[in-house]
């Protein structure tokens, strides 16, 4: 399974049913792409936390604050660009603006991951990871 895409899946089935947050496993990148949520104002805040388990092992997860405007969620969809089996890159001038500038387009350059709009400003193509509107 996609780990980014499962990231993003149980965000917008939490919002389908009304969940106040979500937790998803922890990686360096969902983290990234979360604060980036955070900052666009998909979701109200981001938290890294830890559980140690039985066995002592520590397990890492993120702890999402989901964000509604009236009773809508902020977040209603997303589209995936790339998949593990076929990645889309994208030059700085092959950015548009996502839904006339209503969602954003997260991409992972070289110098990290961050929005389209970011991206191009900083005149860096990189690998398109997905849209969210």
């Known amino acids: 399974m996609d780990p980014i895409s499962d990231f993003f899946i149980r965000i917008k089935n939490a919002y389908l049913v009304k969940k106040d947050q979500v937790v998803v496993p922890f990686s360096r990148m969902k983290y990234e792409m979360a604060k980036i949520l ?3 104002g998909f979701i109200l805040a981001v938290r890294k936390k830890k559980k140690i388990k039985k066995t002592g ?4 997860f993120l702890d999402l604050k989901l964000k509604y405007e009236g009773n809508e969620p902020a977040f209603s969809n997303v589209r995936f ?4 089996s076929r990645r889309i890159y994208l030059r700085k001038s092959e950015i548009r603006p996502v839904r006339d500038g209503y969602g954003i387009l997260i991409i992972s350059t070289s110098r990290g ?3 389209g709009e970011e991206a191009k400003k900083l ?4 690998q398109a990871i997905a849209e969210i509107w």
Do not use: D, F, K, V
Request: hydrophobic share 20%; charged share 15%; net charge negative.
């Open 81 to 84: 660009l790339s998949s593990p």
């Open 38 to 40: 955070e900052q666009s």
């Open 123 to 126: 005149g860096l193509g990189g």
């Open 57 to 60: 092992y520590e397990e890492l």
């Open 113 to 115: 991951i961050t929005t």
